[in-house]
């Protein structure tokens, strides 16, 4: 059974900084894409960023470009998000997403593309 696990979220002041994490069941985790998106409340789901399977490549949303980094070591099966220079905009629920796919990272950065979902973990930035 897959299990996608976020954690690492939290409260953090405006201009801070945040690491989320998500740990996945998926064997082997180097064969699947890995994203975060993000949904905030009364808004739609949307994409944050994407890495491919050995982190060679990653694409990221224009708002977050520059202040998040996404990473993963798949020795340890994890996913992570940095997020840095926080604002209260970013403030939403993160989902960390997998895909078995050969697929671009851009071509990964819709929602539909993905099977497998983590229960999403809450962020909140004050100002």
């Known amino acids: 059974q897959v299990q996608l696990v976020e954690s690492g979220g939290g409260l953090v002041s405006a201009g801070g900084s945040l690491r989320v994490s998500c740990v996945a069941t998926?064997?082997?985790?180097?064969?699947?894409?890995m994203g975060w998106f993000r949904q905030a409340p009364g808004k739609e789901r949307e994409f944050v960023a994407v890495?491919?399977?050995?982190?060679?490549?990653?694409y990221l949303q224009d708002s977050v470009k520059g202040r998040f980094t996404i990473s993963r070591d798949n020795a340890k099966n994890t996913v992570y998000l940095q997020m840095n220079s926080l604002k209260p905009e970013d403030t939403a629920v993160y989902y960390c997403?997998?895909?078995?796919?050969?697929?671009?990272?851009?071509?990964?950065?819709?929602?539909?593309?993905?099977?497998?979902w983590g229960q999403g973990i809450q962020v909140t930035v004050s100002s």
């Open positions: 998926v064997r082997p985790f180097s064969s699947f894409v």
């Open positions: 997403a997998a895909e078995l796919s050969t697929r671009s990272v851009e071509e990964m950065a819709l929602a539909r593309r993905y099977s497998y």
């Open positions: 890495i491919s399977r050995f982190g060679s490549n990653t």
